[in-house]
Each structure stands twice: as structure tokens, then as C-alpha cells.
């Protein structure tokens, strides 16, 4: 057991470095360095770096695109985007189960995955490029939109039950900084930062008409 945490804890220290590459770049190179038969988890994480994480955060936020929220998935899904968003803030890998961690994959089955993935991300290259590079020029300034990113996972999970929006605009806000980080594009950014303004003024309002409700029944049952 001891050697188990000693070895969690050892992985998760291990910093990424900040690729300059586009995402299927990164996915081809990491298609060329696979070796053997088998990879585990943790080896295709730090293969792809912070992009990893990124793109695992972006397909999380894909049940939540719709206007119904979805309680439970949410919480689950969430708690996995905040460990994500920490790994991101600190350059590390972040703590996930071993049991998931060490999963392992077939090389031979993973390989055309990966190419796949490389030409269809291409096709998104016109609507996501490099803009307003102060926004994203520095591993600094990553690292506060990882905060960010964390900040709107904690939000996705936030129990408002079947409330129209209440998942949809927190998803938003994760999705747009993530493929804002992942391609350093300040616009996306720029549009997870309205978001999360969006979605906090959102639950402001419900949360004042929860009080509001509460205090009108309060007044009706006591009169």
C-alpha cells in the first residue's frame, strides 16, 4: 500500500512541458513515440501533456450542451473536471485512481485512433488559432485560466437539480477555456470568462428568488 502512494505521488509531480505545437500535431507525434504492445493511462497523459487533460475536460462537457440539466452526471463529471482543472493549474499529472491510471490500451488499436483524431481536429483549425496571444503567451496565464477552468467545474456541480441551464452554462464556460488554453485562441477565453460572469449572475438570480419564495411562504404560513 505504501508503495502504491509512494508511486502516485511520485507520478503526479512530474510537470508538463507547455507545447508550442498544434493539438494534431501533438497527437501524431504521440502516435509516432508508441512502442510495444500496450500503454497505459498515465503514459498517454504524459504523452500528450496539458493538451491531454484539456481534451479530456472538452468531452466531459459534452452531455451538459443541451438546456436540461442532468443531476448526478453532473456531480460525477464535475468532480472529474475539478481534479483535470488542478492538474492544469499545477503542471502536473493530476491524481486520478490507479485502477484507471494504469488501465492499459492496445497500441496497435490506439495508433489509428490517435490519426484520426489529428485529421479531424484539423478541421477545426479556421475556427480555433493563436489570437490575442497576451492571453495566453505565458505559463502564468495558463495557469490562472486553470484556476478558472476549476472554478467552473465546481460551478457545473453546484445542486440545482432540474433548473433549464443551470449544467449548459458552467459547460459552456469550461468548454470555451479549455479549447481556448488548447489552442491559444484569447477569443475562446475571452468567451469561458463571459460565461462563468454569465452563469454567476444566473445562479445569483435563482438563489435570490429561492430566498424570495422562501420568505413570501414563510409570510403566508405565519399569517
Not at 507547455?18 to 497505459?40: N, Q, R
Not at 484520426?116 to 490562472?144: C, E, I, M, Q, W
Not at 475562446?188 to 413570501?216: D, R, S
Request: glycine letters at 10%; proline letters at 5%.
Amino acid at each position: 500500500m505504501t508503495t502504491d502512494i509512494n508511486r502516485a505521488e511520485a507520478e503526479s509531480t512530474v510537470a508538463f512541458h507547455d507545447s508550442e505545437e498544434s493539438l494534431s500535431a501533438t497527437l501524431i507525434d504521440v502516435a509516432a513515440s508508441l512502442h510495444g504492445d500496450a500503454v497505459t493511462l498515465r503514459e498517454i497523459l504524459m504523452l500528450l501533456g496539458e493538451q491531454g487533460l484539456l481534451v479530456f475536460c472538452v468531452f466531459l462537457t459534452l452531455p451538459f450542451l443541451i438546456p436540461i440539466s442532468i443531476p448526478g452526471v453532473s456531480t460525477v463529471f464535475g468532480a472529474v473536471i475539478i481534479l483535470l482543472g488542478v492538474g492544469i493549474t499545477l503542471n502536473r499529472v493530476p491524481w486520478l485512481p490507479a485502477r484507471l491510471m494504469h488501465r492499459p490500451f492496445h497500441v496497435s488499436r490506439l495508433v489509428p485512433l490517435l490519426h484520426g483524431g489529428a485529421n479531424f481536429v484539423k478541421r477545426f483549425d479556421r475556427l480555433t488559432h493563436p489570437r490575442l496571444s497576451y492571453l495566453t503567451g505565458t505559463a502564468l496565464v495558463n495557469r490562472v485560466h486553470g484556476f478558472a477552468l476549476t472554478f467552473g467545474a465546481f460551478l457545473l456541480i453546484f445542486p440545482f437539480g432540474f433548473i433549464p441551464l443551470s449544467n449548459t452554462l458552467p459547460a459552456l464556460a469550461i468548454l470555451f477555456l479549455a479549447l481556448g488554453i488548447l489552442q491559444r485562441d484569447g477569443w475562446f477565453i475571452a468567451g469561458g470568462y463571459a460565461m462563468l460572469l454569465v452563469t454567476m449572475v444566473y445562479f445569483g438570480v435563482l438563489i435570490l428568488g429561492a430566498l424570495a419564495g422562501g420568505q413570501a411562504l414563510g409570510s403566508l404560513l405565519s399569517g
